[in-house]
């Protein structure tokens, strides 16, 4: 990951191959880099500016004279100043940063350098601070470099990322507030780098058992700040009557695991925060076999779980410099769905850890079986204060609500607001549907106490009913399902799997005094 740094002193001190400056609409370098002009005494003058504009997405790259210590500028368009604030506006941000890093890259350049004048110029205009506008800036730059390369034989010929991004302050010293943000933009990005990594890692690399040594590598490097991983294997699902989870499990040859970490900083008191994350590393539907076409993408259905390691990787390096004050648990149920001579038929009846028997009536609703039993898990061992479960959990969520955007259900509507707002404001959206009484009705069985999957209008309704049903009375509890939510490839995504939630549910953690008292 490239390195974040600082220089300090003013124009006269400042050193990198290029430097990026924001420009809204009808801006002139006069207005927008008034910082930069004394390191870059040519920028006023570059003939570029004949033509730029400053529109959103335009991008100029300015060269003064090679021997000068900032001889390129790189003019990010943000386009109209009045339209910033709104909705998107920060996405337009983020995307124009991202795809300057990858411009960076392909030019070959070692440094890139962001004046911190400018962001707190234009910091209000998105009506956030300077140290969180250099969050989301130091963000998207890390973002837009990540690339999945794992498994191309030609990597060594891809260019390499730059080595430093620096922020250039005139002050003597870095600002504590920035320097933090950043080192916070740092750890949610080692986050975002693991579940991506996860996501997109092809199912025969990603297993369940992959899962689990994945997050115990994970717990021994933040060991001495209290994480702790446990893995429970088939026989140990068996004896704690995991009958929900062990039925996803019966068609795979690979053996299931349920994943635990465990993060109890010194300081941490009370009851812990319970993440849930659906870990499915291959979802074929099972004997209701999935069609064919898009399967592939399946590799992907244990995106909550990827979040919600991320998460902790990004817990893990933020650990020097914060820790919450609860405990917190990450629980992960992880698991292939597929059809086999042993696999659960349409129509078999399990019993659920909490006791309540459930008619599989279609295998491929075979995520809330394993959340259900994964969630009573964690309240039975813990007795969280409060849960949040992540799940790609039903295509009806892409239908209601399309591309980019989660579902989110909870009990609690503090808890509602409180991540809607995080979600929204991090670039991860979700918005509130409801979990309505009239879902039982869709969920009655004629032989068991429920069915495990009902209507197919308001599936993503019904399924949040189903995971309600595994919600111990008084429990603080939301869902986000996550089916839809990749927005697709930008700037700050490559093609493939986004790492939605990571951030979500640091902000949840990190806000977990609020929404514990409220
Ligand atoms: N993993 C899928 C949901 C999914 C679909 C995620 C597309 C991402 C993209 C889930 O296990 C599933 O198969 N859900 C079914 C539920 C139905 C059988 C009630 C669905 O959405 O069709
Ligand atoms: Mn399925
Ligand atoms: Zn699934």
């Known amino acids: 990951m490239m390195d974040i740094r600082f220089q300090t002193g003013g124009g006269s001190c400042w050193k990198a191959d290029a430097a990026l400056a924001f420009f809204f ?27 730029y504009r400053g529109k959103k997405g335009e991008v100029a790259v300015l060269y003064g004279p090679p021997a000068m210590e900032l001889s390129r500028v790189a003019a990010l368009g943000l386009g109209d100043r009045k339209k910033a604030g709104a909705e998107g506006g920060l996405t337009a941000l983020r995307h124009a940063v991202g795809g300057a890093l990858r411009l960076c890259r392909e030019h070959g ?55 430093w991004m620096a922020f250039l302050f005139r002050e003597k010293h870095v600002d504590d507030a920035v320097q933090d943000a950043v080192r916070l933009a740092e750890a949610e990005a080692a986050g975002l780098y693991l579940a991506r990594d ?37 026989k140990e699902l068996e004896e704690r009557n995991m009958g929900a989870f062990l039925a996803v499990a019966r068609g795979a040859e690979r053996d ?7 993060y109890a900083p010194k300081g941490a008191e009370g009851r812990p925060v319970a993440l849930v994350g659906k870990g499915i590393t291959f979802d074929s539907g099972g004997i209701s076999l999935k069609p064919a ?10 995106s909550g779980a990827a979040a919600v390691m991320g998460t902790f990787e990004a817990l893990g390096r933020l650990a020097p410099q914060w820790t919450p004050p609860c405990p917190v648990v990450g629980v992960m149920p992880c698991t292939e769905n597929m059809p086999d001579g042993r696999a659960t038929r349409p129509g078999d009846i399990v019993v659920a850890m909490s006791g309540r028997s459930i008619e599989i009536v279609n295998t491929d609703a075979e995520g809330r079986l ?3 039993d994964a969630m009573t898990y964690a309240q039975k061992t813990w007795n969280p204060g409060g849960m949040v479960d992540i799940a790609t959990l039903t295509g009806a969520c892409a239908v209601a609500l399309g ?16 991540l809607h707002a995080a979600g929204c404001g991090l670039g991860e959206r979700n918005w509130r549907l409801p979990i309505w009484e009239s879902s039982r009705e869709i969920l009655k069985s004629n032989v068991a106490d429920m069915i495990n999957s009902g209507a197919r209008e308001g599936g993503a309704l019904h399924a949040a009913f189903f995971l309600s049903c595994f919600v111990e009375e008084g429990m603080r509890w939301a869902h986000l399902d996550i089916a839809a939510a990749d927005a697709g490839e930008s700037p700050i995504n490559a093609k493939g799997a986004t790492g939605f939630g990571v951030r979500t549910l640091l902000d949840a953690v990190r806000s977990v005094e609020q929404w514990r008292l409220n």
């Open 25 to 51: 609409e009808g801006e002139g370098p006069e207005q927008a880099a008034p910082a930069l002009e004394q390191a870059a005494p040519w920028l006023g003058i570059a003939p570029a500016w004949r033509d």
């Open 109 to 163: 350049l070692e440094s890139v350098a962001v004046d911190m004048p400018s962001v707190e110029r234009i910091a209000p205009v998105y009506g956030l601070d300077a140290p969180r506008l250099a969050r989301e800036i130091s963000l998207a730059a890390l973002l837009g470099l990540y690339r999945y390369e794992r498994w191309l034989s030609g990597k060594d010929a891809s260019p390499a990322d730059p080595r």
């Open 198 to 234: 996860l996501a997109n890692g092809p199912a025969n690399e990603v297993t369940p058992v992959f899962m689990a040594s994945t997050a115990a590598e994970l717990a021994s490097r933040y060991a001495e700040y209290g994480m702790k991983c446990r893995v429970l294997g088939p």
């Open 256 to 262: 299931p695991r349920l994943v635990v970490l465990e």
């Open 293 to 302: 076409a898009n399967m592939a993408e399946m590799k992907g259905d244990m």
């Open 370 to 372: 394993v959340l259900a």
């Open 403 to 418: 591309k980019g955007n989660a579902g989110l259900f909870t009990n609690d509507d503090s808890l509602a607001e409180l």
